[in-house]
């Protein structure tokens, strides 16, 4: 089968076509026939070299969807060619998702087909990290409805899906901040009630900011931004740290001020999460395939690349520059 990897770690360009055979599945193992793959910023620490150093080729991709083309022993419930997303995350056992074949254990694949009608394959994708990545963002901060929620790097993949799902969940206010000044003025922009250029910090992070703070941060950026969200929450708000694109040295906080200010910061890592508790992770994802059939939830894909210029993608990625979900494509 065609898939994507790197056998040393670097930059885009490590990324390169291979030719890798189909996996078999598992005990317990779903084996999907690719369409899509989700592109992810986890993918590009991987590549970095956060993958282990075995001198084997590497398959990188968290997320797939496609049609189910076998399993392992002791999987129940499914037909060959039923459509399906999938989490296929290395520290679950799964195979990488840059190619035409995966496999990922049962309970982290999770069928497209339900009674209001049948989710497309191509949003899909976005399904098994980038939806349920929203929905566990705005769980794990306990978010409310009525509350005012900030997100930074807001017109990405997760950023733009985390405020449709905010919207769904009854946010009073969504704003968000973004990297560059182009941004600001991009279509994509609507989804939020503010947008903040995220350098612009007398904007958006300080107490007395727009109406007094916010009552949840979520922080995929790390290094002086969480210190400036901090600054922004008001009294019993949170900062929900998941990402460190920029490789910024550790943030030091003070249990000393979090207890004075009455403020909390709490992290979100989703692989963690597939291996500990799945269930958690299925649960969302099949509450968003429902409102993804009746189209409540919408996908932003921001790009549809082949398989074979997944480097671009990554490409992309790194520079700030993408705008919504990429997704590569298996076909021809």
């Known amino acids: 089968m065609r ?68 399993w392992g022993e002791g999987v129940d419930g499914l037909s060959l060619g039923d459509p399906v997303a999938a989490l296929t995350h290395e520290q679950v056992g799964a195979s990488g998702g840059y190619a035409q074949f995966a496999v990922a254990p049962q309970e982290l694949v999770y069928p497209l087909r339900t009674p209001a009608g049948e989710v497309d394959l191509l949003p899909a ?31 990405g993949g997760v950023g733009s899906t985390t405020a449709r799902v905010a919207r769904l969940l009854g946010a009073r206010r969504v704003l968000g901040t973004v990297g560059t000044a182009a941004k600001l003025d991009r279509a994509e922009a609507a989804l939020y009630d503010a947008l903040y250029l995220r350098e612009d910090t007398a904007g958006w992070a300080r107490p007395d900011g727009p109406d007094g703070g916010f009552d949840l941060v979520l922080d995929s950026v790390a290094g002086p931004t969480t210190q400036a969200s901090l600054g922004a929450l008001r009294a019993l708000g949170r900062v929900v740290v998941y990402g460190n694109p920029g490789g910024h040295p550790d943030t030091r906080l003070s249990a000393q001020e979090l207890w004075l200010s009455s403020r909390a910061v709490i992290g979100y890592n989703l692989g963690e999460i597939a291996v500990r508790a799945p269930h958690v992770l299925r649960e969302q994802a099949l509450a968003a395939v429902d409102l993804m059939a009746d189209r409540r939830l919408t996908v932003g894909i921001g790009g549809i690349m082949p398989l074979e210029s997944a480097w671009e993608a990554h490409r992309l990625l790194e520079s700030g520059a993408s705008v919504g979900k990429l997704v590569l494509s298996m076909a021809n």
Do not use: K
């Open 125 to 155: 994708a976005a399904l098994p990290c980038t939806v349920t990545t929203a929905y566990g963002l705005l769980r794990t901060g306990r978010f409310a409805a009525g509350e005012d929620v900030l997100i930074h790097a807001a017109l």
């Open 3 to 70: 898939a994507v990897g790197f056998t040393s770690p670097g930059g885009p360009e490590a990324l390169r076509v291979l030719e890798m055979p189909v996996p078999v599945p598992a005990p317990g193992q779903v084996l999907v026939e690719v369409a899509y793959a989700g592109v992810n910023f986890a993918e590009v620490y991987r590549r970095r070299g956060w993958a282990r150093a075995t001198g084997e080729p590497v398959v990188p991709g968290l997320e797939v969807s496609g049609r189910v083309a076998g």
